[in-house]
Structures are given as structure tokens and as C-alpha cells.
């Protein structure tokens, strides 16, 4: 997934295995920062922070920030409680969970 990357990769078996071909947590050893998901499809990745509120400070995105190094990481994606999903300046798409289940439902994630 990346140099100095430690990630636990569940493989799924059902649902999302039919699309997806793995799923992990990603922290790099050498730092603080953790991304929830990895989510691998072929050789495309996408990187997932989920958090449970509306409001977001810059250490929410620090995880996906810090994945923007490595090699195939081709979408990231905040999904929080908010209404409004919006692209940042630097890339990072923030979506209402609603938002996000439903690209998830429809395979463009």
C-alpha cells in the first residue's frame, strides 16, 4: 500500500467482495496519523475517514492528507454528518454519510 504503511486487510467475502477487492485500516508506523478505510479496487485505492459530527477541524483531515504520498490512491473521501458534500483545495471530498452510502450502493466509490 505504501512505504512505512502497517495496515490489518480484511479481505470481504460477500457484498462488496463482488467489486472491491480489499479492505484495510491504514497507519504508518512512523507517525500519528490513521485513515478508518483503504478501500482497493483494482488498482485504484481510496482513502476513507468517517467521522460522527458536523463540524470538522484541520485534524480531521490529517490522515487523508498524509495518504495524498501514496502510490495508487486515487480519490479521498471524508464522510461525516453534515448536509453539504463538497471537494476541498487540496482534493479531499467531504460527503454526508447519505451521500456517501448511496455512491457506495451504486459502485462509484
Known amino acids: 500500500m505504501g512505504r512505512d504503511a502497517a495496515a490489518r486487510v480484511w479481505r470481504p467475502t460477500t457484498g462488496l467482495g463482488n467489486q472491491y477487492d480489499s479492505l484495510a485500516y491504514w497507519a504508518p508506523s512512523s507517525d500519528s496519523v490513521e485513515v478508518d478505510f483503504i ?3 483494482r488498482q485504484r485505492l481510496t482513502a476513507i475517514e468517517v467521522k460522527a459530527k458536523t463540524t470538522l477541524s484541520s485534524r480531521d483531515f490529517a490522515g487523508l492528507k498524509a495518504t495524498g ?8 473521501v471524508l464522510v461525516f454528518l453534515g448536509e453539504r458534500s463538497f471537494r476541498t483545495e487540496e482534493g479531499i471530498d467531504l460527503s ?6 448511496d455512491e457506495l450502493e451504486d459502485w462509484k466509490v
Request: aromatic share 6%; charged share 45%; hydrophobic share 35%.
Open 96 to 101: 454526508s454519510i447519505r451521500e456517501f452510502l
Open 39 to 41: 478501500l482497493r479496487r
Open 69 to 76: 504520498e501514496l502510490d495508487q490512491v486515487t480519490r479521498r
